[in-house]
């Protein structure tokens, strides 16, 4: 292993007397820093769009999308997936996979992320198949554990996508689409949860906010399908039916009661004017998707 050719473990010298700085100094230059973040992960927009568009290909046809980290990426793939649910109403579409499982999520499981049967084995476990999509993030591009894991999904004809946060990676190699957001040397010299982290956090949400969007998960920019288990959430519910079908506040939120709380199958209600049932049932003939739900009314002879 040459930690010298990579990025992420340089020593940047303009970050070499930190540890003189006062809190307000230290706060400034981290801002400034994260500042390059967005650009590189804009400069490597050719790469990711492609990837995100084979993953949603895959979703529509019923595929899963993988997150496959060791560290601070498999912790952030687990966050990105924890999310899906209460913001999508969906489950098991979005699954983080963490070197050294559920107890790695807090406590640091030693050595495993060197073990390349551990990574395939994690695959295996998971039931990948062809329809599915396997992102494996590794800041260095080289995690063992990482690697193999692709390897193995694309060896299962699920779709292999490698981001790392260095160039020319041996997880690259073993994708079908490399991407490579190159964020330069960290603050603390290899502390990759820093820039790359965020990187990998802005990336992430891509990928599972963009797919979602394509799956007809929100109506325009409103998050249709949010899972309404609160009141504040119940009460976002209400004036979304509010403002797409312009009932008054009480009939809204009696039709959501009725409806179990779905947005959709409440606002098909009321556009449409049919009951609970037909509404779920003229959605499911368009795949859950309440625009074309919505046009296909406006089509109908």
Avoid: W
Wanted: some cysteine.
């Amino acid at each position: 292993m040459n930690l010298d050719t990579l990025t992420t473990e340089a020593a940047d010298p303009r970050f070499a007397l930190v540890d003189t700085l006062g809190v307000g100094e230290l706060a400034a230059l981290m801002n400034e820093t994260d500042q390059s973040v967005p650009l590189a992960v804009r400069d490597a927009l050719d790469q990711i769009v492609p990837a995100i568009e084979g993953v949603s290909d895959r979703m529509r046809h019923g595929g899963r999308l993988f997150y496959v980290g060791a560290g601070t990426p498999g912790r952030i793939g687990v966050l990105d997936a924890s999310e899906v649910p209460p913001t999508f109403s969906t489950t098991g579409r979005v699954i983080g996979i963490m070197a050294g499982g559920q107890k790695a999520i807090v406590d640091a499981v030693e050595g495993i992320e060197d073990s390349e049967e551990a990574g395939a084995a994690a695959i295996d476990e998971a039931g990948v198949g062809p329809l599915d999509s396997v992102v494996g993030v590794a800041a260095s591009g080289r995690t063992p554990f990482v690697v193999a894991a692709v390897r193995r999904a694309r060896e299962l004809g699920a779709l292999g996508i490698g981001f790392s946060c260095n160039s020319g990676t041996a997880l690259s190699a073993a994708s079908e689409h490399p991407i490579e957001v190159i964020v330069g040397p960290e603050l603390v010299s290899g502390s990759t949860r820093l820039k790359a982290g965020t990187a990998q956090k802005l990336v992430l949400n891509m990928f599972s906010t963009i797919a979602m969007v394509r799956l007809g998960k929100t109506y325009g920019n409103l998050m249709i399908d949010v899972n309404a288990s609160n009141s504040k959430l119940r009460e976002r519910a209400t004036r979304m039916v509010m403002q797409l079908t312009g009932a008054s506040h009480e009939v809204a939120r009696a039709t959501l009661e009725s409806a179990d709380y779905a947005v959709p199958v409440a606002v098909v209600v009321l556009r449409r004017g049919t009951d609970v049932a037909g509404a779920r049932a003229a959605l499911a003939a368009v795949g859950g998707r309440l625009r074309d739900a919505l046009e296909s009314e406006a089509t109908a002879p």
